[in-house]
């Protein structure tokens, strides 16, 4: 029987067959002002002529599926003729969803699996504890670690021990990198219209040229530029304009205000804890025993990981947080957005997945009541 891995993240799907490799699919439809009626599904974005008004429809809002129309069109498109090719009586599936996620959509879930595809059998679990999976099997001597999944919608800190998840110890962050776009776009359109200038003898500008952070993005245009791209610094112009017409955002000290979101939420007021004082606070309150352990092992997942100096910063401060006696180790995967759905792919493959799926029989029998006592999540 095939098993088909599904990271269902709010922004991109992670998606592939546990013998094949993964693939990175927008979880989204669009549509374009020219065309309202017709819409594009995940990844047929190049089909679209007029990129000219282009706006997204998501299924997930504040982190949690609640458009069941546009995820229902966007997995039709995956598991269809087009991608997949899924064979839903002779496949089984293991799929994510957010920690604590609400009981109702655990049932729409549950339905639209078993009753609308009919897939054989079902694994419902959460990207974290993928993630775990997939670290205790590259680190088998390791007893505990902490996951840090910082993704689209928010960042979640999740202890693992032995594989099992503490769930006292997890801890959410409303920061993730919808929120770091959308006070991108805020501060660069008032930069527009706004120059604030205290003490003006006493600022010294930089010259550009002198300015080692400045880059210059290059914006899309969906035509000729199907994906925005920073320019070599080396084929920067300082002065004056560039000459190919392509749409230039210059970014400065943006580069580093807004990252910083995810260490000091408070800054735009938010008032939570950034992601070093969380991590403390969940591992203070786990048992005190296992705490050296956890402070050892922490992994980073998702996409805000990938910041340059990300790893070295968190670490940093972990290491002025915590007791002066541990040692800190912040561990950056080679590809953090995809390393749940290779931690699911090795989860198909261990010897107690039968034991830990929901077949469609069973689902018939019991109902709701069985995946409720199967998936912890």
Not at 28 to 48: G, V
Not at 51 to 72: A, T
Request: charged content about 25%.
């Amino acid at each position: 029987m095939a098993t088909l891995v599904l990271d269902n993240g709010a922004y991109t799907a992670k998606i592939g067959y546990s013998l094949e490799k993964v693939s990175i699919i927008p979880n989204c439809q669009f549509r374009s002002k020219t065309s309202r009626l017709k819409t594009f599904t995940a990844n047929q974005l190049d089909e679209i002529k007029d990129p000219s008004g282009l706006f997204y429809i998501l299924p997930f809002q504040k982190g949690y599926l609640v458009n069941w129309d546009v995820q229902r069109k966007v997995w039709d498109h995956l598991f269809g003729k087009e991608m997949f090719k899924v064979e839903f009586a002779d496949t089984s599936i293991v799929i994510t969803e957010p920690y604590f996620n609400f009981s109702l959509i655990q049932e729409s879930m549950n339905e639209i699996l078993f009753e609308e595809y009919q897939f054989q059998s079902a694994l419902r679990i959460n990207a974290g504890s993928l993630s775990a999976h997939h670290y205790f099997h590259t680190k088998p001597t390791e007893l505990c670690c902490l996951v840090v999944d910082s993704g689209f919608s928010f960042t979640h800190i999740a202890p693992y021990c032995r594989s099992k998840k503490m769930k006292d110890g997890i801890r959410r962050i409303n920061v993730g990198g919808k929120l770091l776009t959308n006070h991108l776009k805020e501060i660069i359109s008032y930069r527009k219209k706004f120059v604030y200038l205290t003490q003006i003898n006493e600022i010294k500008l930089m010259k550009a040229e002198e300015n080692t952070l400045m880059r210059d993005y290059v914006l899309p245009d969906f035509s000729s530029i199907k994906k925005g791209f920073c320019k070599p610094r080396e084929e920067m112009v300082f002065n004056g304009k560039y000459k190919t017409g392509e749409q230039i955002l210059r970014l400065a000290n943006e580069r580093f205000a807004v990252p910083e979101m995810l260490f000091h939420p408070s800054d735009i007021g938010i008032q939570e804890m950034g992601i070093p004082e969380a991590i403390v606070d969940s591992i203070q309150s786990l048992p005190e025993e296992m705490q050296p352990h956890f402070y050892q092992n922490i992994v980073l997942t998702g996409g805000n990981t990938l910041f340059p100096g990300f790893r070295e910063r968190l670490e940093a401060e972990l290491r002025s947080l915590a007791p002066a006696h541990l040692p800190v180790s912040v561990i950056l995967p080679e590809n953090p957005v995809c390393y749940s759905w290779e931690g699911g792919k090795l989860l198909a493959h261990t010897p107690d997945y039968d034991e830990m799926v929901v077949t469609r029989e069973d689902y018939e029998e019991n109902g709701h009541c069985i995946c409720e006592d199967k998936f912890d999540i």
